[in-house]
């Protein structure tokens, strides 16, 4: 059984409604690495965290040939990321009802695919992974949250540089 080591992070900047996500996919073909922004902006750093991670493994699942045969081990920055959210009687929580769905439908079916999964909290301090074990797990992670800051940042930029740009522009064809 192939292990492939998948790490995930996210970037928000909630005041200009932007999120990206990026992450390291590690099997023994190779690396994939990708980063995107969110189609629509969720002020929910939770669902964001379990959003790119599934990403990653819905990435990961059509580009590694033996996906059905693997190991997959995904940091992710989240505790439980994929637990439901119960009342004390047992029923699904009202405002995690959707986050739920999303858990049940889509992120469990695929890791369901795989022969075995395990999802590993991280924090990618440098500290941290200066002094681990086991620094590549670190590394990878770090990546991530680079990639996704890094893609934030030229959106943000981008779009400011487009709210400058677009009044002139709009003078200069409406004459």
Same mark, same amino acid.
């Given at each position: 059984?192939?292990?492939?080591?998948?790490?995930?992070?996210?970037?928000?900047?909630?005041?200009?409604?932007?999120?990206?996500?990026?992450?390291?996919?590690?099997?023994?073909?190779?690396?994939?690495? #990708?980063?995107?922004?969110?189609?629509?902006?969720?002020?929910?750093?939770?669902?964001?965290?379990? =959003?790119? =991670?599934?990403?990653? &493994?819905?990435?990961?699942?059509?580009?590694?040939?033996?996906?059905?045969?693997?190991?997959?081990?995904?940091?992710?920055?989240?505790?439980?990321?994929?637990? &439901?959210?119960?009342?004390?009687?047992?029923? &699904?929580?009202?405002?995690?009802?959707?986050?739920?769905?999303?858990?049940?439908?889509?992120?469990?079916?695929?890791?369901?695919?795989?022969?075995?999964? #395990?999802?590993?909290?991280?924090?990618?301090?440098?500290?941290?992974?200066?002094?681990? #074990?086991?620094?590549?797990?670190?590394?990878? /992670?770090?990546?991530?949250?680079?990639?996704?800051?890094?893609? =934030?940042?030229?959106?943000?930029?981008?779009?400011?540089?487009?709210?400058? =740009?677009?009044?002139?522009?709009?003078?200069?064809? /409406?004459?």
């Amino acid at each position: 059984m192939q292990e492939i080591i998948i790490a995930t992070d996210i970037s928000c900047d909630s005041s200009n409604c932007i999120a990206t996500w990026a992450c390291y996919i590690q099997y023994s073909g190779g690396v994939i690495k #990708e980063t995107g922004q969110f189609k629509k902006f969720v002020n929910n750093t939770p669902l964001l965290e379990m =959003l790119a =991670l599934i990403n990653a &493994l819905v990435i990961a699942k059509h580009n590694i040939s033996y996906w059905r045969d693997s190991k997959v081990i995904a940091y992710n920055e989240i505790d439980n990321v994929f637990a &439901l959210s119960l009342t004390k009687a047992g029923n &699904l929580k009202k405002k995690s009802i959707n986050r739920s769905n999303i858990i049940i439908d889509i992120a469990l079916p695929l890791l369901d695919e795989v022969k075995k999964y #395990e999802i590993k909290k991280i924090k990618a301090h440098f500290s941290d992974w200066e002094t681990s #074990e086991d620094p590549t797990k670190y590394e990878i /992670n770090r990546w991530c949250d680079t990639e996704s800051r890094n893609l =934030l940042r030229c959106i943000r930029t981008k779009n400011e540089y487009a709210k400058i =740009l677009a009044p002139s522009f709009f003078f200069m064809y /409406n004459r």
